[in-house]
Structures are given as C-alpha cells and as structure tokens.
C-alpha cells in the first residue's frame, strides 16, 4: 500500500473519523442515565432550596420524599389534569400557546406551613434562565427563590444565581391588596419599604429585567388556580384561629 498517495490520506482520515464518532456516541449513550440522574437529583436540591430545605444532590431524593407532598399539574384555568409536574418540560411548555400549557405545581410541607413552589422558565441575556419560588399558604408572600442560568456573563447576568440577589425577595408580596403586582427586579435598586421591587444586578440590566418578566409571566399563568383554592385556604385559616382560641381558653380555664 502507498502511504503516500493522497486516497491513503483520505481513507485513513474518514476511518478516523468514524471510529472517534462510534467511541463518543457510545460514551454518550453509556453515560445519559448518569447525566439524567444526575439532572433530576439537582432539580429536587433547587425545588427544596425554595423552601428553606439546605441539602446537597447525594441527600435530595431522601429530603424530597420527606418535605415535598404533593405535585399538581395544572391546565390554563386552574384545573388539575393527568401527568407528572415533576417530568414537565418548561422549556418546551413556555414555547406553546398559554391554552396548551402544563403548570407543574409543588406542595411542600415543613415545620407546620404550607407552601407552593412555582417552576420559572424565561430569557436572559444569552439564552434561558429558570428557577423556583416558593409562596406562603396566603399566596402572596414570597417565602424564597432560586434561580439559574445557562451563559449569562460571569459577574453580571450571571450573578442572579447568587444568594445576594435570591435573598431579598424572601418577605416581598405578588398582590397589592387584591390586584396582581408580581415582583419586579428595579435597575439602581429598590425603595425602602417596597414589597414589590428588589435590587437589580449592576452591569446585569438585561438579565434583571429577564427575571421580571419571567416572574410576571409564570405566575399570572397561576392565578386561575389560585383563585379557585384562595376560598378554601381563608376557611382553614378561620378555623385554625379558632382552634387556637378554643385551646387558650381550655388552658385558662384548667
């Protein structure tokens, strides 16, 4: 054989480059199961970071089970139907009109209160970010918030996944009496005493303002269901008081 003609150099390259190709795909293929749990295990470690539930991925499935109840998959008008909340693709769901959309839903319960944990999905800068937030059992006060990236710039956009940013919108509230406020990411920073507005990311502004939008576009998709078990969360909420009232008596007069 010629080694020096120039269909040797050819040949020898197109085997090259088919032997490299079976030897990724096959690594590909070995490894997306690892890569899948590996995602899974991470989407629970930021679903109970939402609600205050610090874990590392090894100790998310066990916290998990533990701390989150329920998971709801939720049409445009508020109504539960089929499927998993967990397997929903937010990605591909945000792409669809809002009639079509699947909400996934996240019912947690810790310390004795109950919370509701939204799925985010939106755009930055570069391309997708997403995350958590987490509501109190009124529906409206935010409890805690996570949030990710997939290339925003390092130290500016990218900055919205740091506990800095995520901190302050624990305590803000997504109604202003009965109208819808969500909550908004302010460039040069928030007033005092604004429960609507956060600090934004110096240097991040179009980043910050992918955060508001996002956070005001998933949660208005919420409040037909919101709505719909508002009544019966007020009902609960009388009662409880009663109860309370009812035992401090017993107590006084014991």
């Known amino acids: ?146 949030f990710d990236h997939k290339g925003e710039t390092p130290g500016l956009g990218a900055e919205i996944n740091k506990a800095f940013f995520q901190d302050p919108f624990a305590g803000k509230t997504i109604f202003d009496g009965e109208e819808f406020k969500s909550i908004t990411v302010i460039k040069g920073g928030a007033a005092e005493g604004d429960m609507h507005g956060v600090d934004g990311i110096s240097g991040g502004t179009i980043t910050s303002d992918g955060v508001t939008d996002m956070l005001s576009e998933r949660l208005t998709m919420y409040l037909p269901y919101f709505n719909k078990i508002k009544p019966a969360i007020e009902v609960d909420s009388v009662f409880s008081a009663m109860d309370s009232v009812v035992t401090v008596n017993d107590s006084i007069i014991n």
């Not at 690892?34 to 970071?49: A, C, G, H, T, Y």
């Not at 499927?83 to 009109?97: H, P, T, W």
């Not at 800068?125 to 509501?135: A, C, E, K, N, R």
Request: aromatic residues 8%; proline residues 3%; charged residues 25%.
């Open 1 to 146: 054989m010629d080694v020096n003609k120039n269909s040797y150099t050819f040949g020898f390259a197109a085997i090259m480059v088919i032997i490299v190709a079976a030897l990724l795909s096959s690594a590909a293929i070995g490894l997306k199961p690892f890569q899948d749990r590996n995602v899974e295990l991470e989407k629970k470690q930021n679903i109970l970071s939402s609600v205050g539930i610090a874990t590392d991925r090894d100790g998310a499935e066990d916290l998990y089970d533990t701390y989150i109840k329920s998971e709801l998959v939720l049409n445009n008008k508020g109504e539960e139907v089929d499927g998993s909340a967990f397997d929903i693709d937010l990605g591909a769901e945000v792409k669809k009109s809002a009639d079509a959309q699947l909400l996934p839903l996240f019912i947690s319960e810790a310390d004795g209160k109950t919370r509701y944990i939204i799925p985010l999905r939106g755009k930055g800068l570069w391309g997708p970010i997403w995350g958590f937030i987490s509501l109190e059992d009124d529906l409206n006060s935010v409890f805690g918030a996570v």
